[in-house]
C-alpha cells in the first residue's frame, strides 16, 4: 500500500499540512495539492478553476479533501459532485472528505460522497481549538480583545493533531473504510471558558466582546470582508452555533485508542510558543 500515492487538496492548510507530514513519516507516497503550493510531488489545484483538477488527481490512489472555504457554502455540494466524478474518471479508490458538524451544506456534500460507489469516509469535525492561534480569532487575541458575534451555544472543540491523526488512520486502515467519523474534543466549553484559559495561560488580560452579528458584519465587510465569508460566519454563528452540536462523541478513543485532547493541554503547549504574547510596539527614534 505505501507504493500507492496520497493526495491531500489543502495540503498547507491546518488539517492538510500536519496529514501531509505524518503520511511523509510514515512511508507513504504523498502528492499535496493547493493553489500556492510547489516543489516536487506536489501540483497546483484550484476550486474555482477545474482544468487544474484533471493533471492533479491523475495517477492518485487515495485522496483526502478539504473544501475551502467551508463545506458548508452553497458552491460546496456542486463542486464536490463534481470533483467525485473525476476522481472516478482518475481511478482514485478511495476518498476521506473532512467535513463540519451539524452544517446542513456540509451534510449535502458528504451524500455526494457515500453515494458516489467511491470506498469512502466522512471526518466530521466539531469546532477547531486552532481557530485561536491559527485562524481568525488569533488577530484579536493578540491584540488583547477578541470580539464576535453572541455565540449561543458551548461547543466541544477539537484539537486539529487529534483530527490529523484519525484522518491518517482513516487513509490508511482498511477497516475503518466507508464510515463516518464524526469527532470532538471531550468538553463543552463556552468561548468565555476558552478566552480566561488563554489570558491565564499566556500572562494577559484579554477582553471579550460580543455584538449582534449584523452589526459585526456591518463593520468587518466596511473593512473588507468578502461576502461569501460574511454568509459563512453569519451560517456558523446563526445557524450551527445553536445549541445543536452541545455534545461529545468518543470517536477519537474509538479510532485511536487514546482519549481527544483537552483545551488546556493544547493551550499549554501553544502560549508557550509567545503566539498569544503581546505585540511589541516598535518606538520610534
Ligand atoms: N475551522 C473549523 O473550526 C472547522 C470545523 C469543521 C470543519 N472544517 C472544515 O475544514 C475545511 C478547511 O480545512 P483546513 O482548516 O485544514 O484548511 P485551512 O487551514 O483553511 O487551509 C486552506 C487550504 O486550502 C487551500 N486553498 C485555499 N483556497 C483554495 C482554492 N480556491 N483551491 C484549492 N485550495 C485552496 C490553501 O492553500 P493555497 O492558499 O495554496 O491554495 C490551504 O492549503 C473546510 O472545508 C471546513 O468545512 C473547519
Known sequence: ?????????????????RVLTQLQQLGYST?????????????TFDWSDRSTWVAALQGLDSVYVTYFPDLAVPSAEDDIRAFVEMAKASEIKHVVLLSGRGEEGAQRAEDVVRSSGLAWNIVRASWFMQN?????????????ELVLPEP??????IDVDDIADV???????????NQLLEITGPELLSFVDCVDIIGHASGREIGFTTLPVDTYLAAAKADGLPEDIAWLINELFVNVLDGRNESTTDTVERVLGRPARRFESY????????????????MES
Do not use: C
Request: proline fraction near 1%; avoid cysteine; charged fraction near 25%.
Open 31 to 43: 502528492r499535496g495539492l493547493s493553489r500556492g503550493i510547489s516543489g516536487n510531488n506536489h501540483r
Open 1 to 17: 500500500m505505501k507504493n500507492e500515492i496520497i493526495g491531500v487538496v489543502g495540503a498547507t492548510g491546518k488539517t492538510g499540512g
Open 152 to 157: 449561543k451555544a458551548t461547543e466541544p472543540f
Open 132 to 144: 485561536f492561534s491559527e485562524s481568525f480569532m488569533h488577530d484579536g487575541l493578540k491584540a488583547g
Open 167 to 177: 484522518v491518517v488512520a482513516a487513509l490508511t486502515r482498511h477497516e475503518l473504510r
Open 267 to 282: 493551550v499549554m503547549s501553544v502560549a508557550s510558543t509567545g503566539i498569544w504574547d503581546e505585540e511589541k510596539q516598535v
